[in-house]
């Protein structure tokens, strides 16, 4: 051994990886310089000594050894390393095994300082994890507790957050490993107010926008910046060794600051980094939240506005539905007594039409409101297709002497549904095709079996509708803006038939040119699974 050290000395002692060389058994019987610096203790001290007595992980080192009696080099081997000031440092070892005559003559071991860049390497998996946490989080409060969980102790002991509010600063959030701390955090922010004017700290990153790093806090800095009769007692309970402080930047937007203060160890250069990058994220996760709430605040302020607008067509519409059925009964009675006048029963069969309109209009809104509020009801039940269609034809057809509606196909078949409704769809689509199409004096009703389904159309040779709007006209309360003044209406009927064929798994669809008409379609299955007096 001393011949093979006293050749390779030399070269080792000018190597800046740390070497050492050790007995079969463990025991050190050589250092260089670099191993001497980087374990804190002297070549006296470490000869003779046992390699496990330097390692605190005893599983790791029993791999390490049984490798050894192995004669298996090892590379890359990571473990820890106790320093002469007890702290422990993280390391990666590389050994070479030399034997003679198949028995293990020496072990020469390579120690590499690896604490730097598995810090980093912990920083950057903190730093996605975090990231991914922040991105799940939805409202300020909630944002601001999982920052606090992640912040702490991982990476501080306490931080706290602050904002510029009213060009004031304002402390939006204070964390602690200890929440019996807290107190004498937030005795410590109020006894010691932050001002923008300020050349240090808090105040000025919140003024320039640039970092401010002290990585050991000393008795100068504290006397500078904190003066209160309580300073000693607050001061042993927080004890700042280290603090970052940096701006909270989204999208070259400063939204405020956020302060890292750890007690027990001090923040390194690639500490800085980490927390600025985390900053942004935190500053980012935040404006979300705040974005988050804002549109919820929106939706339900909509939200209290429809309900609002629906009770008072609801209320609306039951207040006129009153004399409305005065004023309809008041007209038959006059048509009865006024036989002989035909000029009269023409007048009052007109205004009949008009009244069978308004109550129409009336239907429709109330209709809408139960919609809105889900008790529209539905009473399923078995009918005759074909018949209906005869029966919605005839009736619309009395109240109109401009068109001929005409049934070209139809069909003898059976639905399961709720024969009412399915009526004011039909009635819905007749009275919407004679309305327009103004110049036209027909209307084409078609229906037909199509494997377990049937569809009906209803064609009309009007003003039709542009390709743009054909999806919108579904919508409630929608009106085509070129006929919004030149045709009566609430832009219910379509909304209200479209809910009605949704509840009896039906589709409905329009095929249409401008000025060349309309075709309105709706297909419904033979068979509607449902239960009789549905309210939805």
Known sequence: MGLNLEVFKYFFDKATIGIKIMEPNGTIVYVNNAETELIGFSEQELLGRHFSDFLPEADKAKKFFDAIKKFEALDEFRTKLIRADNSQIDISLDTSVNTRDGVVES?????????????????????????????????????????????????????????????????????????????????????????????????????????????????????NGFKHPMRDAILDKLNPQSVIIVPMHVKEELKGAISFV?????????????????????????????????????????????????????????????????????????????????????????????????????????????????????????FNLGELLEESVESVQHLSCTHKITIEETVDTLLTGDRLRIEQVLTNMLTNAIKYSPNANRVIVKAREEQDHVVVSVQDFGIGIARQDLKKIFGRFYRIGSSSMKYSGLGLGLFIASEILKKHQGVFWIESEVDKGSTFYFKLPRNVVAEENVVT
């Open 262 to 382: 750890n007690t027990g160890k001090y923040y390194e250069i690639s500490d800085l980094y980490f927390a600025q990058d985390f900053a942004n994220r935190i500053a980012l996760a935040l404006e979300n939240a705040k974005l988050y709430e804002e549109a919820k605040a929106e939706i339900s302020r909509r939200i209290k506005a429809e309900q609002k607008k629906d009770e008072f067509i609801s209320m609306a519409s039951h207040e006129l539905k009153t004399p409305l059925t005065s004023i309809k009964a008041y007209n038959q009675l006059l048509e009865k007594k006024m036989q002989e006048h035909p000029e009269a029963i023409t007048f009052l069969r007109k205004a009949s039409v008009h009244i069978l309109q308004l109550e129409r209009l009336i239907s429709d809104l109330l209709d809408v409101s139960k919609i809105n509020a889900g008790k529209l009801t539905y009473n399923i039940g078995r």
């Open 107 to 223: 072990v020469c071991c390579f120690t590499r300082d690896i604490s730097t860049y598995k810090r980093n390497a912990d920083l950057l998996h903190f730093l996605n994890l975090a990231g991914s946490e922040l991105a799940l989080t939805y409202d300020t409060e909630s944002a601001l507790e999982k920052v606090s969980q992640l912040v702490v102790p991982s990476f501080a002991t306490w931080f706290c957050i602050d904002i510029v509010k009213g060009g004031k600063v304002e402390v939006l959030k204070i964390a602690h490993q200890n929440p019996e701390y807290l107190q004498w955090a937030y005795a410590f922010r109020r006894d010691n107010p932050v001002s923008l004017e300020d050349d240090y700290g808090i105040g000025k990153v919140l003024r320039t926008g640039k970092v401010s790093f002290t990585p050991v806090v000393d008795e100068l800095i504290l006397n």
